[in-house]
């Protein structure tokens, strides 16, 4: 009996001391993060930087599984609010345009509650953007027809009133997918020469990489420098197939909702220090 107290007295004496342990670890964190974060910063001052980033936030269901939520809406949530910071991180940046995947066409075909949920938290994205003091430009990129009109409209509404702000230009990718860009640049680039009384064989000469790139859904935009993933995933899944066709591209373990500033600056210290050849 003796023993069994005095192995009981040692574990306990065990658990009380794991909160010490803990203690210096996160006080360290605390101090270390942002001596790291103000190091990349002076790194990235003298290297080549993107203009545009295009990011594929992914990782937010299963973010709110493993931090133990039965309700994914959790990791939805927790995600929506990161858009807001990393537009922030933009500005110690030379950073000029964000192009965020928000709603592929696929996440369409997800259960109508899940669905309707992330209709609501990405129109409170727009929403928040627009009217925060960031001074970005929001701008809505994808098959808007794709969704409820009452949707659409009230995103619409909220971007319309950034086209005066000089901030970062926020592409908000949104019932998007790259396949169905291409296809829809074409037939517009056909029915702008057919509405110009073009001929069959004046509108196939016209077709060329410059003609479809102005009917893209980023027309007038820079295609993007650096493509980063999100949550450990290692593909591009229709996420801007024309436009990143030689962009650099990082992928992270790290799930969205976790994406912290250090990230972002490890992701552009990368970028600088890749040698770009476009195919060459």
Known sequence: MLCANAGLHAKLRIVNYLPKLRAP????????????????????????????????????????????????????RQGAKKIGE???????????????????????????????????????????????????????????????????????????QTTENSGVIVNVAVGYGGRQEIVDAVRTLIED????????????????VDSISRHLYTRGLPDPDLVIRTSGEQRLSGFLLWQAAYSEIWFTDTYWPAFRKVDFLRALRDYSQRSRRFGK
Request: hydrophobic share 40%; aromatic share 4%; proline share 3%.
């Open 25 to 76: 670890k996160l006080l360290a964190s605390k101090l270390l993060y942002p001596l790291y974060e103000a190091r990349l910063t002076r790194e990235l001052n003298s290297r080549p930087q993107p203009k545009h980033v295009a990011i594929m936030a992914d990782g937010n269901r299963r973010w709110a599984r493993e931090a133990g939520f039965t309700d994914i809406s959790h990791g939805h």
């Open 193 to 208: 020469e057919v509405a110009q009384g073009a001929t069959l064989d004046n509108i196939a000469e016209r077709v060329s």
């Open 86 to 160: 990393i537009i922030s991180w933009c500005a110690d940046t030379e950073v000029e345009v964000v192009t965020i995947y928000l709603l592929s066409t696929e996440n369409l075909k997800r259960s109508n509650e899940e669905v309707q949920l992330l209709f609501d938290i990405i129109s409170d994205v727009v929403e928040t953007l627009s009217t925060s003091d960031l001074g970005c430009q929001v701008r809505l990129v994808g098959h808007l027809d794709l969704l409820p009109e009452e949707v659409s409209s009230k995103m619409l509404a909220a971007a319309a």
